[in-house]
């Protein structure tokens, strides 16, 4: 099984981008999908997961009303919608898959994907 996050870019503060997370090998529906996400210097967080089931989702305190997560099981893939981007929201954002739950705690993902960079310049 393998994740690869796209949709990663170079944006202006208050600017919008959709990151996805693809599954291969195996299908998403199986697992409970996270988002975390690394700043240069900085430790690997938690953003955002959605439970497999799709019906419950969680977010840090820094991105709830601002980012949304969702799943299209048909399409075997996990959305990350970001708006209202800001600079502090720059990193490598990273998917993870794993158990059933909208996990915060990243070694509760057995599966992680590489990266996708955003830039949010002021």
Not at 21 to 48: D, L, M
């Amino acid at each position: 099984v393998q994740l690869q996050a796209s949709g990663g870019g170079s944006v202006q503060a208050g600017d919008s981008l959709r990151l996805s997370c693809e599954t291969s090998g195996h299908t998403s529906t199986n697992y409970a999908i996270g988002w975390f996400r690394q700043a240069p210097g900085k430790e690997r967080e938690f953003v955002a997961g959605i439970a497999r089931s799709g019906y419950s989702t969680k977010y840090a305190p820094a991105v709830k009303g601002r980012f949304t997560i969702s799943r299209d099981n048909m399409q075997d893939t996990v959305f990350l919608q970001m708006n209202s981007l800001r600079p502090e929201d720059t990193a490598v954002y990273y998917c993870a898959g794993g158990g059933s739950y909208a996990y915060t705690e990243p070694s509760l993902y057995s599966i992680w994907g590489r990266g996708t960079l955003v830039t949010v310049s002021s």
